[in-house]
């Protein structure tokens, strides 16, 4: 197994990508922690996986998020994917300011206490350890409106070459999955679900889009010792929807 003897923390635990990477960390023989906002949700993928812990850790807060990380005996893999509170479909123009900058706010906010966290545990341990960044620099999307979201995605790829440069020395690894979407977090009661998926895939060169378990897998990959040679790196996981320099 390729994380036997490495704790993990998700964050968004209980959320699709957060138990994604929670289940493929869980089968590679991780210890797994689940931090998240609702217990029950956290609990349902804790008893699947036989996660170390599930915690309600507000993800926001600097006491919840350090209180919790404080009381682990270690961290060597971080990956915090909760949601942005990012509004969707309204084009720029006519959109509520505040609305557009939620998830730049939140990302950024969000992402510097876990990555602060983790950092402190690898840096103490001497280990090693990866920081694992969900998202990516993207493309605009024709026709449709992400608001802010994807501002929150590259500002998070600036603190990931920033982080890497200044704790490299220490052994902490910043990768990106770089995401063109993932359709089974679509959900079925979304009315346009069938449409919005179709369209993902209509931009992918391999007409097909990424699953839960492929970013289960490369998370994995860039979280084990076969990844140990990446940092400020991005790993693409798009299906050639997005296209790298
Ligand atoms: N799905 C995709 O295709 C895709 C593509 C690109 C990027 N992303 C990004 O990946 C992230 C996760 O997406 P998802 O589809 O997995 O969303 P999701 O199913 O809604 O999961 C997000 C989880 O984060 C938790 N959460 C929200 N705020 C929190 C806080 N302050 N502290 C702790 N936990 C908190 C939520 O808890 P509650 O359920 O209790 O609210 C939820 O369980 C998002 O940031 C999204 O933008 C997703």
Redesign the pocket.
């Known amino acids: 197994m390729l994380l036997e003897n490495k704790h993990a923390v998700v ?2 635990g ?5 138990g994604a990477f929670a289940r493929a960390f869980a089968r590679e023989g991780a210890r797994v922690h689940l ?4 217990l029950s ?1 956290l609990e349902a993928v804790a008893s699947e996986i036989g996660a170390a812990g599930a915690a309600v ?4 807060d600097p006491r919840s998020v350090d209180a919790h990380a404080d009381a682990l005996e270690r961290i060597d893999i971080s990956v915090n ?4 509170g ?1 509004v969707q479909g309204t084009p720029m123009d006519e959109m509520d300011v505040e609305d557009y900058l939620r998830p730049v706010d939140t990302a950024v906010r ?1 992402n510097f206490l876990t990555m602060r966290a983790a950092a402190r545990h690898i840096k103490r341990h001497g280990d090693g350890g990866t920081i694992l960044l ?2 990516g620099s993207g493309l605009p999307l024709r026709g449709y409106s992400l608001g802010g ?1 994807q501002v929150a995605f590259e500002a998070l790829e600036s603190m990931r070459r920033q982080l890497s440069m200044e704790l490299g020395a220490y052994g902490v690894r910043v990768v990106t999955l770089r ?1 063109g ?2 359709p089974e ?1 679509i959900p079925a009661s979304f009315a346009g679900a069938e449409q919005l998926t179709k369209s993902l895939e209509d931009m992918t060169m391999l007409g097909r889009c990424a699953t839960l378990e492929d970013i289960g897998n490369a998370a994995v990959f860039a979280a084990s010792d076969w990844g140990r040679t990446m940092t400020a790196a991005t790993i693409n996981v798009s299906c050639g929807a997005l296209i790298d320099d």
Do not use: E, P, Q, S
């Open positions: 964050y968004g209980g959320g699709a990508i957060g931090a998240g906002r609702t949700k850790v507000d993800a926001l994917v909760i949601n942005h990012d969000t969900f998202g979201l995401t979407g993932v977090c």
